[in-house]
């Protein structure tokens, strides 16, 4: 059973830009998608952005300044455009769900979240 679905990623040259979109899926009414983690070869996923229930938005250092995380409410989908991709951006983008804004208190503990998609892939070429 599908829980969110990503989309947008592609391959990019460095210093250009992508939108990525995730679309929750089943019973939307417990599912709020709220934030995007990313993970390349090798390393630990890492958390990139993430919005709260009223807009407000946190980003990893790395990404503060290129990265813009929003959400469309009425369509229950999630976006993270991000603008002047890096070489050390590429990995597999994902986006994270709960079933209530209150659940999440700390945006970067991955336990947190109930659904996650499948994961976009966004490759930078230099």
């Known amino acids: 059973q599908v829980q969110a679905v990503e989309t947008g990623g592609g391959l990019v040259e460095a210093g250009g830009s992508l939108r990525l979109s995730c679309a929750a899926s089943?019973?939307?009414?417990?599912?709020?998608?709220m934030a995007w983690f990313r993970q390349a070869p090798g390393k630990e996923r890492e958390g990139v952005a993430a919005?709260?229930?009223?807009?407000?938005?946190t980003y990893a250092d790395s990404v503060k300044g290129r990265f813009t995380i929003s959400k469309d409410n009425d369509r229950n989908t999630l976006y993270l455009e991000m603008y002047n991709l890096k070489p050390e951006d590429p990995a597999m983008y994902y986006c994270?769900?709960?079933?209530?804004?209150?659940?999440?208190?700390?945006?970067?503990?991955?336990?947190?979240?109930?659904?996650w998609g499948q994961g976009t892939q966004v490759t930078v070429s230099s």
């Open positions: 919005i709260g229930q009223y807009g407000s938005t």
């Open positions: 994270a769900c709960a079933t209530d804004w209150a659940t999440v208190v700390a945006w970067w503990a991955e336990d947190e979240y109930t659904y």
């Open positions: 089943g019973d939307t009414s417990t599912r709020y998608c």
